[in-house]
């Protein structure tokens, strides 16, 4: 855990004791701060008294005698409107700021010379995150990983001169964090996302920019209209831009993703960096450009070292996102369950041919209509969930379908009907297009039981 000094003998107000609420509460007690907790679910506040923590009911709190409120990413700052903490914190005039706010302010304390990486996008943040983080690790480098990947950002290590942090930022997370200054601030893309929280595209744009406006370094991609518009900005700002594109957008020096190859363009031309052809965990374009954000964040601070096409290989990708579980006959099982929307899914059918292609849950708006253009790739549907029925209607006879209700069912056809196809290597997918509410409690659990399942069948094959 990294203790946290900067309220240090003040007091402060602590809401939302989730993940990363409850960890920042306790960084703050380390850190010397007297911190008054709530959260409006009891299970929470039972969690936090077990752990020895203050529970104060903020909604009858005095926040004068706050010097901050400390606030969890989930609970609005501004739209759909202030949440009523937020409300009382600026009536008494505190500042309203939320975890990775308290790491900058502590790295700045102890190793303002950190290396610190900051990655943030509409999508593919997360994989960025984690392959960035093994780039680092692999060239010998003690590395630290977390922010809205998973592990909160101060239940890491303290902040050493030699440690690296890579650390996956939200939109939520950028606007809790001022002073959000990174040695690599990496900005993938920007598309339409979370607007009932940030109310216009403008605005969720300008909370993105953030993160590379004071960064060190800024490796933007540039293969959409507002990141362009923000590399742009930056240049004339001044700053040190590192473009990335995977759809031949570079307009400086960056890196590129071409043909299932990695570049670096330069004055001097293009030269190879890793041909990532046969690297399972990092098919597909968006991941082309994944890769090239990660290797745009080590060229900034001038690691350009020869290992990298190496680790780029050894590389296992993340659970759940396009993940190679095995081999059933010569069927390849791949679990997508992270593919919740048709904009999600989309990337998976974009990367394979041959698709048994597994998919169904709770709808989300919109359904499949984005993804006609690519059914030529899939071979046969096997619907599951509460949008199976639907489902069917937008398919068509664009390719045949079988009801299977549950992966349970589904799965084991699929497999035996792909392994028997003439194709080469038939691929059966789990890329929903759906939320997993349905049957499961979470994507991970829905691809944690694709997994099983998959595992099981391999296994059968060997006796």
């Known amino acids: ?24 509460a306790q960084a703050l007690v380390a850190g010397g701060a007297e911190v008054y907790v709530w959260d409006d679910n009891a299970n929470a506040r039972e969690k936090a008294r077990a752990a ?36 009382k914190a600026r009536e008494a005039g505190i500042e309203v700021i939320g975890d990775v706010e308290l790491f900058c302010r502590e790295r700045r304390r102890v190793a303002p010379d950190a290396p610190f990486v900051a990655i943030t996008g509409t999508n593919g943040k997360s994989t960025t995150t984690a392959l960035a983080a093994h780039l680092f690790r692999a060239l010998g480098f003690d590395v630290q990983v977390g922010g809205n990947i998973g592990t909160p950002i101060l239940a890491l290590e303290p902040p050493r001169h030699d440690r690296v942090f890579v650390i996956e930022c939200s939109s939520y997370q950028i606007d809790l964090a001022p002073t959000l200054a990174p040695s690599v601030g990496v900005l993938l893309n920007v598309t339409p996302d979370h607007l009932d929280r940030h109310g216009t595209m403008e605005n969720y744009a300008a909370i993105k920019e953030r993160l590379v406006a004071k960064a060190e370094h800024a490796v933007v991609g540039v293969d959409d209209a507002w990141c362009v ?62 890769a090239a954000a990660a290797v745009g964040a080590l060229h900034a601070i001038g690691l350009d070292g020869a290992g990298l096409a190496k680790a780029l290989g050894s590389f296992a990708g993340l659970p759940h996102r396009m993940e190679e579980v095995g081999k059933y006959g010569k069927a390849l099982l791949v679990n997508d369950s992270k593919a919740t929307n048709a904009d ?120």
């Open 344 to 463: 999600a899914a989309e990337k998976a059918l974009l990367s394979f041919n041959n698709v048994y292609w597994i998919l169904g849950g709770r709808p989300k708006q919109g359904g499949l209509a984005s993804l006609r253009p690519l059914f030529s790739r899939v071979v046969k549907g096997y619907l599951i969930g509460e949008a199976a029925k639907a489902f069917a209607r937008e398919i068509g006879d664009a390719f045949p379908v079988a009801f299977c209700d549950t992966l349970e069912k589904a799965l084991p056809i699929a497999a035996l009907e792909a392994q028997q196809s003439p194709a080469a290597e038939p691929v059966v997918l789990l890329s929903p297009a759906c939320a997993s509410f349905d049957q499961f409690p979470d994507f991970e659990k829905r691809g944690d039981r694709f997994r099983e399942i998959a595992l099981s069948l391999i296994a059968s094959t060997k006796h």
């Open 52 to 87: 020895g923590l203050r529970i104060e009911n903020l909604a009858a709190a005095d926040f004068s005698g706050f010097r901050a409120l400390i606030l969890s990413p989930g609970v609005p700052l501004t739209h759909p409107a202030p949440h009523w903490s937020v409300v």
């Open 229 to 290: 518009a923000i590399a742009d900005r930056l240049k004339a700002a001044g700053r040190d831009v590192v473009e990335i594109s995977a759809a031949g957008g570079l307009r400086g020096e960056g890196v590129l993703y071409d043909g299932g190859a990695l570049y670096w363009r330069g004055p001097q031309g293009r030269s190879l960096i890793a041909d990532l052809v046969g690297i399972g965990s990092l098919r597909g374009a968006h991941n082309g450009q994944n």
């Open 1 to 24: 855990m990294i203790p946290v000094f900067a309220f240090e003998g003040r007091a402060v107000a602590v809401f939302g004791l989730g993940g990363s609420g409850f960890v920042t």
